[in-house]
DNA sequence: CGCTTTTATCGAAGAATGTCAATATAGCCG
DNA sequence: CGGCTATATTGACATTCTTCGATAAAAGCG
């Protein structure tokens, strides 16, 4: 029997990675990715009934996907009258790559 | 009957959002997380059994989720002998970045 | 060549997710 | 108030995902 090594263990912190994975399950959906961009190009607010105009996606759909964007804290709305409208987190694309990097060490990124 | 008006209406271009759906999925787990951030501690190759050990998962799991990081293009592989070696893609946090900033316009970064 | 160790694949079970129709809620208008 | 429009919630269903046990494949050892 030979005594064999692969390599040295490394400890795993396994506390903040659920919160992580959150905020990345909310982004791993292309519908809710679509919303996102269109926010980001609108640049301002968009109402709900212009999302569930441009998606292929019946409205209680539309309303799911944004209840899980606000969920995860990427969107915020507000009601005017009738109307809802969202709007991107001022912090989204800031949170994204923060969490990116508090996952790799800062020289994985140069 | 009152004519009344939500929001102009904006494009949305649905051809990208799957590919980059598909990177944020296979982030979107906590334990595929523990397994970039020990590789990225690590700063170096790491054993598939030093992830078995560190996983509250069984060996087929750990491979499973793996095989998910592989196929995302997140992490490379070796074998050498007995054992497989797994190592950061160079340019992970670049294109989690990338993403990011393709989804969402510059003047949101600032 | 068999035996052992390491990793990957297969198949199944249970949980989570995406979708929709139906319904409820909120607010405007007459 | 009563009807109408916009959005949210509920419940059901199908699909996908996570996990595991069993098994296969790859490679060293004697």
Chains 1, 2 share one sequence.
Not at 48 to 69: E, G, Y
Not at 73 to 83: M, P, Q, S
Not at 91 to 110: E, G, H, Y
Request: hydrophobic residues 40%; charged residues 25%; contains cysteine.
């Amino acid at each position: 029997m030979s005594i064999q090594q692969c390599c040295p263990p490394v400890e795993i912190d396994s506390s903040a990675h659920q919160s992580r994975a959150t905020l990345f399950k909310a982004l791993g959906d292309p519908h809710r990715l679509a919303i996102l961009e269109k926010l980001a190009r609108a640049d301002d607010e968009v109402c709900v009934c212009d999302f569930t105009a441009a998606l292929p996606l019946n409205q209680p759909t539309v309303s799911h996907h944004l209840r899980i964007l606000r969920d995860a804290g990427l969107v915020t709305c507000e009601r005017r009258g009738t109307w809802v409208y969202y709007r991107l987190a001022s912090d989204v694309a800031k949170r994204i790559v923060d969490t990116t990097q508090s996952l790799l060490p800062q020289r994985v990124l140069a």
